[in-house]
């Protein structure tokens, strides 16, 4: 147990910094063994007037301090203070210089924060608090400073030097070392530094921006990828051209540099101009990567490209507003794909995962506001609450706002604010200004943590033609927040007539009609909204585009739910009446079930998958989307006590009577969709295709046809791209054929042992197969050559697809399962906290199960709390969930 805790830091405590760096010189000299940090801060106090200088107080963790100077004078040792986690001293002038030199150990950071070695180059990660493993500094983002970095190092090992910003000069030393100098023109926070030192092939391409100005694209990796690199940088033109189309921001330096690096916590870095990927997040060809490989690389590119202005340009002042940079550009990054795809597909993907991951975390124990109010370790702050939840509540406001206000918002905003570290209340300001609006109560969405319940009921009147909508809002507790106030709630609707056309809407009281669809403002706990005229009894389609994050109850019968699913006109409502009406039928069949009897299904469900497989006019990505049933984690999330096995059982079972009682159509519309044969496009209609035929390849193999078996095969042999590849090696994987998932696991095992991204897709099929003896072949893989536990991707792929993906096995009723992760958790802690800590998420559910697994999940949580050495990132949601 740790003897002393970690101190919990408090929005409200927040202090403008006593002093400011002005300009940040840095020299780096790498060797093997360690690094030499040579630091020259140009600094001041921050106040103006005479009064006695405060004391200087500087972070700085794990590093060993070498030397203080104070405009040039060296410090004796009395002097200042060190302790683990700052360096103290008293300047005695109000602008001084600092220069301070550390030592610090890159090839021995498996935390992989701060100065880092992966594989054979030398990278950094500095947000959130990691350049304070660098050098002493003012780690805090509302410290913005002009940095001029040089890297010194062998010249045949790390021939590529690289920082932020425009490279300067470069030159020889003595002994095969070289160097470069940087310098970044745009004054920032230390989160945002970056440098580079490895052996690294370049991509090189352009752009010219809106005003004619020709920028330097270029993208580094390892030299055996670069061939996967194109898509990459096509998404990053494209981002470019889209990010001055549609909000106007063009950008601001000459180059613009992206590298690929194999050890990442996360998916990438925003660093001004020097954006670090985790290679997941680049590499993409058709041969190696799927299509959701595609799309992720295209979304994180745009992602980080979008910082540039919604986090670099204009940045956080504090950490608690981590969403003002991470919520806008989520929805950035949502549109700009909206925008290049199917917006109805993005959307449904991005609900789906909200609703099954986002609302388990604010439903469960670290459940916490879009903008915190406190936190012990910030690296637990990068959640979905922040960046989905967040981009939510900005997707709200463009919604309530209308688009072409919002852009006048952000204008105002990226204005008034460019090169100032910001809060959220600036974001809401400038929204407000520029359109003269009030948003005091749409900003509880940042204050207020939950999912908000929204219960409508309805009447229709024949005598008076009227039809009312008597919405409801409650918001459950969360810790810390017994009570809630009504949200504005932006709900887009519709009603429907007889035949599913929409309806003229007239609210009673307005002079005006609101035309067939409209977005009620629900504000009050409990309002009426009163539609006249109203010819005949409608249907209301709800909550469309899911237009607030919020549980929608209304008593939709399952007749109610059919006519939606196949006459709504609006797309995502559609695939949300399927969705529900999967979801009522599961959780029909999971009680029946439980009390012993036998199942039949409903068969309007499978009349909607027929009617949908039936209608070719229907984009195929949304015939996917229709037929994948909810998914185990989205009816775990739903139930008020999940029965983990009922849930799996019936799920399965559903599908497998869905795949016999359809198989005549489905094969229809497998042969119809063809295979690809040796040509590949990633664009959205081929993309669509593939997902289809996919998920049918995936019924079809319930069928255990023999057909099906050779097909899949056949597929497995003959793809000619990873997405179809990996589509039959998964059917396979969880199909009974033994002998053929054998053959195919260790062709493919064989075929890409050198290629890292592709083992990981390898290691996660098999992790995350349902079957059962899950653990005992997690625990196999663990031990094969490829695994390392020092790589996030690889304790993603296994222990990560584990425990989120494999709940039948996770939840295994010894808790085998749970003590498993557990002890990885333990061995992480020491090696990677914030990967340790992320882990921990599926035992933090443990409120969700029954009282065998309850004891079981916090005896694991219990034992980890024990551990000497806890990290404060394992200890803080630990502790929490236990609390
Ligand atoms: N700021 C990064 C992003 O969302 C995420 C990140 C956070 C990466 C912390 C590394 C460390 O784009
Ligand atoms: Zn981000």
Redesign the pocket.
């Known amino acids: 147990m740790r003897t002393e805790q970690p101190t919990t830091i408090h929005l409200t405590d927040y202090k403008q910094p006593d002093y400011l760096i002005d300009e940040t010189h840095l020299t780096f000299e790498l060797f093997e063994d360690h690094a030499l940090v040579h630091s020259r801060l140009a600094m001041r106090v921050n106040a103006d007037g005479e009064g006695a200088l405060p004391p200087l107080v500087l972070h700085g963790q794990e590093l060993m301090l070498q030397s203080v100077k104070l405009d040039d004078q060296s410090l004796a040792a009395d002097a200042y203070q060190v302790d683990e986690n700052s360096l103290t001293l008293q300047p005695v002038a109000r602008e001084f210089e600092l220069a301070i030199t550390t030592r610090i150990e890159p090839q021995n950071n498996t935390a992989l924060e701060g100065l880092y070695k992966s594989g054979g180059m030398f990278c950094t990660?500095c947000?959130?608090e990691g350049f304070r493993k660098i050098t002493y500094y003012l780690d805090r983002p509302d410290v913005m400073s002009r940095f001029t970095t040089t890297v010194m190092a062998k010249r045949d090992a790390y021939p590529v030097l690289l920082s932020n910003g425009n490279l300067i000069t470069s030159g020889e030393h003595e002994g095969g070392r070289h160097w470069a100098t940087w310098e970044d023109p745009f004054p920032k926070p230390a989160y945002l530094f970056a440098l580079v030192a490895g052996d690294l092939y370049r991509i090189d391409d352009s752009f010219t921006t809106m005003s004619g100005r020709e920028v330097e694209l270029r993208i580094y990796v390892e030299p055996e990828n670069r061939e996967q690199c194109g898509h990459a940088m096509d998404s990053l033109k494209r981002s470019m051209r889209w990010d001055e189309d549609v909000y106007g921001r063009e950008y601001d330096l000459d180059i613009f540099m992206i590298v690929a690096v194999n050890d990442f916590?996360?998916?990438?870095?925003?660093n001004k101009g020097l954006n670090i990927f985790n290679s997941s997040c680049v590499l993409a060809h058709p041969d190696t990567a799927t299509d959701a490989a595609f799309q992720r690389v295209e979304a994180v590119v745009a992602?980080?490209y979008f910082?540039n202005w919604s986090?670099n340009r204009v940045t956080c002042r504090d950490w608690f507003q981590l969403s003002l940079k991470?919520g806008f550009?989520v929805f950035r990054d949502a549109e700009f794909n909206a925008d290049m795809n199917s917006r109805t597909v993005k959307r449904i993907e991005d609900v789906t995962f909200l609703r099954a991951n986002q609302f388990a975390e604010d439903a469960g124990p670290m459940a916490h506001p879009v903008r915190p109010d406190s936190f012990i370790e910030i690296?637990n702050f990068?959640t979905l609450t922040i960046?989905e939840k967040g981009a939510e509540v900005v997707r709200m406001l463009h919604t309530l706002l209308g688009a072409e206000r919002f852009r006048k918002g952000t204008d105002l905003y990226f204005d008034r604010h460019d090169g100032q570290a910001v809060t959220c209340d600036d974001f809401i300001a400038a929204l407000e200004d520029a359109n003269g609006v009030d948003f005091t109560q749409f900003k509880r969405w940042y204050s207020q943590a939950g999912t908000p319940v929204l219960q409508i009921d309805s009447r229709y009147d024949a005598a008076t033609s009227t039809f009312q909508l008597l919405c409801r809002q409650s918001c459950p507790a969360t810790p810390g927040q017994p009570e809630k106030q009504p949200f504005v709630i932006p709900m887009r609707m519709a009603l429907l007539d007889g035949e599913g056309r929409e309806m003229p809407l007239q609210l009673a009281g307005e002079d005006q009609g609101r035309g067939t669809e409209t977005v009620l403002a629900v504000t009050e706990a409990e309002q009426l909204f009163v539609f006249e005229n109203v010819t005949e009894e409608p249907l209301p389609s709800l909550l469309r585009e899911f237009s607030a994050p919020v549980k929608l109850v209304y008593p939709y019968s399952r007749d109610d739910r059919v006519f939606l699913a196949m006459h709504d006109p609006d797309g995502f409502n559609r695939w949300e009446a399927a969705q529900s009406l999967a979801v009522d039928v599961l959780q029909g069949l999971i009680q029946i079930h439980q009390a012993g009897r036998p199942l039949l299904l409903d068969q309007r469900l499978l009349e909607v998958h027929r009617a949908v497989l039936e209608d070719t006019a229907l984009d195929a990505a949304m015939v996917a989307e229709i037929l994948r049933l909810p998914s185990e984690a989205y009816l775990i999330e739903l139930a008020e006590v999940a029965d983990v096995d009922a849930i799996h059982h019936v799920r399965e079972w559903v599908r497998r009577e869905l795949a016999t009682g359809l198989t005549e159509v489905m094969w229809t519309r497998f042969r119809q969709l063809g295979d690809d044969g040796s040509s590949y496009s990633a664009d959205a209609e081929s993309m669509a295709r593939r997902s289809l035929r996919n998920t049918l390849l995936g019924y079809l193999m319930l069928t255990e046809s023999s057909e099906s078996l050779s097909a899949c095969v056949q597929q497995f042999v003959e793809a000619g791209n990873m997405t179809d590849r990996q589509a039959a090696l998964v059917a396979l994987v969880n199909s009974p054929h033994e002998q053929q998932k054998q053959a195919a696991l260790d062709e493919f095992a064989q075929r890409w042992s050198d290629y890292p991204l592709v083992m990981d897709q390898w290691f996660g099929i098999q992790a995350s197969s349902p079957l059962p003896g899950g653990l005992e072949r997690v625990q196999a893989l663990m031990s094969h050559a490829a695994f390392n536990i020092r790589n996030p991707n690889k304790v993603r792929a296994v222990i990560g697809a584990f425990a989120n993906q494999n709940l039948a096995n996770f939840h295994r009723a010894d808790g085998e399962g749970y003590r498993f992760v557990a002890d990885q958790i333990i061995e992480l802690n020491r090696l990677n906290p914030q990967i340790a800590s992320r882990m921990l998420t599926p035992l933090t559910r443990w409120r969700k199960f029954d009282a065998s697994r309850q004891a079981l999940m916090k005896a694991e949580l219990t034992r980890i709390l024990a551990c000497e050495d806890l990290s404060a990132d394992v200890y803080e949601v630990v502790s929490k969930s236990l609390a």
């Open positions: 990660q947000e959130a916590n996360m998916g990438a870095m925003e992602h980080e910082h986090g991470e550009t690296s990068y960046y």
